[in-house]
């Protein structure tokens, strides 16, 4: 029974749906729910962590529940995205008196770009660092329902080899405010992306621009998609699609800003930068977070030990910890000021 209590991320993917199929102050329930309820409960709950022994982590890598648990986010995160875009052409086709107000149409973008997020990006993550075609494929099928390919490239060839580096686009500076953060990292990790792929390709002697290139093609297929949201509901659907990608790709790029702030491994005098260990990344054992993110907040682990399923990340004791939660930590970033009075004293 315990790959089941997974299945408390469709608790907030529920309040999303309220968004989307109701109206007046209702559409913006699910931002509510996730930004405000959430971290409320975590902090009232506190951290939850318990010690498991090798065994037991070894019958979890191989239940194949926990796996089904995130195949079964696919069909939801698609399903969702369509009746999201159908709600939009509904919108366009309405009555005056009848179509959604400004605020109502934001609250719905909102509500969808936090499932593009926690669901699109957050379960490719997950996906995207495992071996099996069949789940890569699927880690792509998601980041393409967040216009967010590029991040299977670069997170998993880039990031993780030059994390908390200065050369790494997702390791966030000491003192810089997340806004400033956004536009580097989304800027950066999409330039870093191409890079990537065309040393990839030269050392195995294609051209650049061939097909081969995977961020050629994946620049094709979001086209191709965008073309195809285009006939279905026209410009207006395209732009709200759009719209709540780049929300998901804000809050990727928060979590990103939360989970390696201010943290730089030291250069040594060959040249190369420390081993990655549990202290380059920041911590959160708050079981809300945990659940609803796949274990994502036992970040430390993750970098330490980049092939483990996420079932089975522990709580490095080393690693420098969170005051809360992934939601709440997400919330206090924006208020940036506070975000330095808080975090900087900790990295200090």
Not at 19 to 43: A, D, H, M, R, Y
Not at 58 to 63: I, P, Q, V, W
Not at 134 to 141: S, T
Not at 290 to 295: G, H, S, T
Request: glycine share 6%; proline share 4%.
């Amino acid at each position: 029974m315990k790959p089941l209590k997974y299945l408390f991320t469709f608790v907030p993917a529920a309040a999303i749906w309220v968004s989307l199929t109701q109206n007046g102050w209702l559409t913006w329930f699910g931002t509510v729910f996730v930004f405000g309820f959430i971290p409320l409960l975590e902090w009232i709950l506190g951290v939850k962590q318990a010690k498991i022994n090798e065994d037991e982590l070894e019958l979890r890598a191989k239940d194949p529940l926990y796996d089904w648990i995130l195949y079964l986010v696919v069909p939801f995160q698609w399903f969702t995205l369509a009746y999201f875009a159908y709600t939009m052409k509904l919108n366009v086709h309405a009555s005056p008196e009848d179509q959604l107000s400004t605020s109502e149409i934001l609250g719905r973008i909102f509500a969808m770009g936090i499932l593009c997020g926690s669901f699109g990006i957050n379960v490719a993550h997950e996906l995207g660092h495992r071996t099996n075609k069949m789940e890569q494929f699927l880690a792509k099928a998601l980041l393409l329902s967040s216009l967010y390919m590029h991040f299977f490239i670069e997170h998993n060839r880039g990031h993780h080899k030059s994390v908390a580096t200065p050369e790494d686009p997702s390791t966030a500076r000491f003192n810089e405010p997340v806004q400033i953060f956004w536009i580097r990292s989304m800027f950066q990790t999409w330039v870093s992306a191409w890079h990537l792929e065309f040393d990839r390709l030269q050392r195995n002697g294609f051209s650049r621009f061939s097909l081969r290139n995977e961020m050629l093609q994946f620049q094709l297929i979001q086209l191709a998609f965008l073309v195809v949201v285009y006939f279905f509901g026209g410009y207006f659907v395209v732009l709200a699609v759009w719209a709540a990608a780049l929300v998901g790709a804000i809050l990727l790029e928060t979590i990103n800003y939360i989970e390696h702030y201010g943290l730089m491994r030291k250069k040594l005098e060959s040249g190369y930068y420390e081993r990655v260990e549990h202290h380059h990344s920041w911590n959160s054992d708050h079981l809300i977070g945990r659940l609803i993110l796949f274990e994502l907040s036992r970040h430390s682990y993750h970098h330490y030990k980049t092939n483990k399923k996420y079932q089975t990340l522990i709580s490095a004791d080393d690693a420098p910890q969170m005051p809360t939660g992934y939601p709440g930590m997400m919330v206090l970033s924006i208020i940036f000021p506070l975000w330095f009075w808080v975090m900087n004293e900790r990295i200090r």
